[in-house]
């Protein structure tokens, strides 16, 4: 099957209804290697995964609208070695949950949050199981049309970015409606949809440092690493977004090799996930 980027048609829909249900999970895999990067991925929905996408493509961006079971995926450095398209992504959250770590950022989002990772260094992302698919449009942005210094957009990877005023606030409803709105716009106007798209995603990053930002809910393993903290040591007050930075990469990397007993070749194991210190979250 071609790129969505390929195809024809100002929305591009295509979705897990006319696959076969033991081919669905592969056709997911499959889908997101094309159109965002290379990643292995991991659901305990594999038997009845399902999926949809909505793309829009512009000149020089593209914006996909997913909704698929929930999964957990990630990327090593030798799937970036096989292809990197070079490109920065916005995502939004608009159902579920869903937690990104990419360099040393952390970003855990619920509904309205947004962050930004890039197909040049490896990421994890574990998208939560709240009794539904997600729902998350993804914005392209090609490293050279984002106008910001060589640099400064991947020192904001996995961060949660503004969504309440300025920029954000207009960036999260452009990115849930974009697909129903381009249904009915003729090629120049669609066409300056894409251009408003990628000067929206310019400003907000223009201005993420003044976001608010508070500590991601640590890990078990983090948790057990420091008895003397109580519960008031690690809660935060309910927010939409949390943010950390880790300590720097161990032997116990989250991107360390691990043989499947499938017998496949060997592919980084996803980071353990802190379902616990999500349960007690407010998200909003």
Request: charged share 20%.
């Amino acid at each position: 099957m071609p790129s969505l980027r390929q195809m024809a048609g100002p929305v591009v829909t295509v979705d897990t209804d006319d696959i076969g249900v033991p081919d669905r999970f592969d056709w997911g895999h499959d889908m997101v290697d094309r159109e965002v990067m290379p990643v292995s991925i991991r659901s305990p929905h594999a038997h009845r995964f399902q999926g949809r996408v909505e793309s829009v493509g512009f000149p020089c961006s593209q914006v996909a609208a997913f909704g698929f079971s929930p999964m957990v995926a990630w990327c090593s450095p030798a799937h970036i070695r096989r292809q990197d398209p070079e490109d920065h992504f916005l995502v939004l959250v608009r159902e579920g949950a869903a937690r990104l770590e990419q360099e040393r950022g952390v970003a855990c989002l619920g509904p309205g949050g947004m962050a930004l990772f890039s197909t040049s260094h490896p990421p994890a992302c574990d998208f939560l199981d709240k009794s539904g698919p997600l729902r998350l449009p993804l914005l392209r942005l090609p490293r050279a049309v984002l106008p910001l210094p060589d640099g400064r957009a991947d020192r904001m990877l996995a961060e949660p970015l503004p969504d309440g005023s300025g920029s954000g606030a207009l960036l999260g409803p452009y990115l849930a409606s974009l697909p129903a709105a381009a249904r009915t716009s003729g090629p120049a106007e669609l066409a300056r949809l894409g251009t408003i798209g990628v000067d929206l995603a310019g400003s907000l990053l223009a201005v993420r440092g003044t976001a608010t930002r508070t500590r991601c809910p640590p890990r078990p393993a983090e948790r057990r690493s420091s008895p003397g903290s109580t519960p008031s040591s690690t809660t935060t007050s309910p927010t939409r977004f949390w943010t950390r930075r880790p300590s720097p990469p161990t032997t116990t990397s989250p991107y360390a090799p691990s043989t499947s007993s499938s017998g496949t070749s060997p592919s980084p194991s996803p980071p353990p996930f802190d379902t616990a210190a999500w349960s007690t979250a407010t998200l909003i």
